[in-house]
């Protein structure tokens, strides 16, 4: 089924491990996103790729790093993971007419 | 911030009954769109309203905005209680690529 996939789906870490959050589409399309939720807050944007090779920071970027491998993939990696940073992570990609496409969402807990 | 709001925060009626949320926002925008995210899973776009639009249905959905006032609302008719969920409205600006997502209205629909 087209869509956006993400992995995991749950991971527990400790303060100070790194992990990358997986992230692929296969509907082509250029843009892609990375989403953290917290109660009461909404979405915030983390960091986004408007097209195969090109990164650029949103709204919370702090603590994070994104590779676009190729047109499919955006990972998001945690380097040395913080309590702060206890949230579910989506990952959507936009299509032509505008709508963003969004995972099922990736629930981080740090320990 | 850049955070819109949308109110009520929750809300809760009967089936049949119509639903009503509203959304304001910041900047000028090129587009105005409505999601829906069910309990544990990700968000699934509804209904988008571009700038020069002041209003749109699809199906039971009925989106106005008002770009005098920034502010958007979305209302569902004879509510059913499949459409328990939480509501999420998303300015996308005239530049950039981000959208600002608002904090959520949660419906309960009763039967």
């Known amino acids: 089924n087209a869509g956006v996939t993400q992995t995991p789906k749950f991971q527990v870490l400790k303060t100070g491990q790194s992990m990358t959050l997986q992230c692929a589409q296969d509907m082509n399309h250029n843009s892609m996103y990375w989403y953290r939720q917290d109660p009461g807050m909404g979405l915030r944007l983390i960091y986004y790729s408007a097209s195969e090779g090109t990164t650029d920071k949103g709204e919370v970027p702090n603590g994070y790093n994104v590779s676009r491998l190729n047109k499919r993939e955006f990972s998001l990696r945690l380097e040395s993971a913080a309590p702060s940073q206890t949230s579910v992570y989506f990952c959507a990609s936009i299509r032509p007419a505008g709508e963003l496409f969004f995972g099922e969402g990736s629930r981080l807990t740090v320990l | 911030s850049q955070q819109g709001e949308e109110d009520p925060q929750a809300l809760s009626i009967q089936e049949g009954e119509n639903a009503t949320m509203n959304c304001s926002y910041k900047?000028?925008?090129?587009?105005l769109q409505w999601y829906r995210q069910n309990s544990g899973r990700g968000l699934v776009h509804l209904i988008l309203?571009?700038?020069?639009?002041r209003e749109k249905h699809s199906g039971r959905l009925r989106v106005t905005l008002d770009t005098s006032k920034k502010s958007s609302s979305l209302l569902i008719t004879a509510s059913r209680a499949a459409d328990t969920a939480s509501y999420f409205c998303?300015?996308?600006?005239?530049?950039?690529?981000?959208?600002?997502f608002g904090p959520g209205t949660r419906l309960s629909v009763l039967p």
């Open positions: 309203i571009r700038s020069n639009e």
């Open positions: 900047t000028s925008i090129n587009n």
């Open positions: 998303a300015s996308r600006p005239n530049y950039g690529q981000n959208f600002v």
